[in-house]
C-alpha cells in the first residue's frame, strides 16, 4: 500500500470521528494525527490520545517556532498538527490521518502543491469531505451525543454552514447518509489511490 496522507474535514456532527475510528481499526498502518488544541477536554478524552490539550501560551509558542504543520481557529478554540510525528510516520512507510477542519485542510493543500512532483506526500494526499445529509439530520446528531452545552451547539451549527460551503474545495466528497455505505465508500477512494484496487 503506498502511504496517504489523509486529510478529512466535515461539520462536527457529520460523523467524521466515526468513519476515522473504522479506517484506523481496519487498518494499523495508518497513523492518526493526533492535534493540538487550546479547548478543555470533553467526556472521556484523554492528553496525548485524542488532543495534546495545551495553554494559549504554549500553542502560540509551538507556532512560533514552525513546530504546527498547520492551524486554525475552530468554533473559538486553536487548533493545530504537530508536524514531527507526521514527518516521522510518512518516513516509516505509514500513512498518516488527519481530522481537522477546512482551513486547516487548505493550509495542507496549498503545502503539498508547493513540493515537487514525485515527493511521496504530493504523491499520497487525498482530502476528503465528510457531509452530513441535511442540516436538520445535523442537529439531531450534535443534540444526540449529548456532549455540548446548548450554545455550543447552536455555534457549531452555524459553523456547519460555512465549512459545507468550501466542500467543493475538496477532491472527494463523501455523504454520510448511512455509515456502513458511507465507510465504504471512503475505503473504496483509500484503496484506489493507495493502488491496492
Ligand atoms: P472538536 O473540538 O469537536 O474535537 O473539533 C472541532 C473541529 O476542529 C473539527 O472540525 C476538527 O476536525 C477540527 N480540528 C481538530 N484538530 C485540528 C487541527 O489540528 N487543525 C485544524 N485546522 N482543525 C482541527
Redesign the pocket.
Given at each position: 500500500m503506498k502511504p496517504l496522507l489523509i486529510v478529512m474535514?466535515?461539520p462536527?456532527g457529520a460523523g467524521?470521528s466515526t468513519l476515522c475510528d473504522l479506517l484506523l481499526q481496519e487498518f494499523p498502518e495508518i497513523t492518526y494525527s493526533v492535534?493540538?488544541?487550546t479547548?478543555a477536554p470533553r467526556g472521556q478524552e484523554e492528553d496525548g490520545i485524542d488532543y495534546f490539550f495545551l495553554s494559549k501560551e504554549e500553542f502560540d509558542r509551538r507556532v512560533r517556532e514552525g513546530l504546527l504543520l498547520?492551524?486554525?481557529t475552530?468554533?473559538g478554540?486553536l487548533?493545530?498538527?504537530p508536524a514531527d510525528p507526521v514527518r516521522e510516520a510518512f518516513a516509516e512507510g505509514q500513512s498518516v490521518l488527519m481530522?481537522?477542519?477546512v482551513?486547516?485542510a487548505a493550509q495542507v493543500r496549498e503545502a503539498v502543491a508547493k513540493l515537487p512532483p514525485g515527493d511521496p506526500l504530493r504523491e499520497g494526499f487525498v482530502d476528503i469531505f465528510v457531509e452530513p445529509p441535511d442540516m436538520e439530520e445535523l442537529r439531531r446528531r450534535l443534540e444526540g451525543r449529548g456532549e455540548d452545552a446548548p450554545e455550543t451547539i447552536e455555534l457549531r451549527l452555524r459553523n456547519a454552514q460555512g465549512e459545507m460551503d468550501r466542500a467543493g474545495e475538496f477532491t472527494y466528497r463523501v455523504v454520510n447518509d448511512d455509515l456502513d455505505m458511507a465507510y465504504r465508500r471512503l475505503r473504496d477512494i483509500l484503496l484506489v489511490k493507495s493502488g491496492v484496487l
Open positions: 474535514s466535515a462536527s467524521k492535534s493540538c488544541t479547548r498547520e492551524h486554525a475552530v468554533h478554540n487548533y493545530g498538527t481530522d481537522i477542519d482551513a486547516g
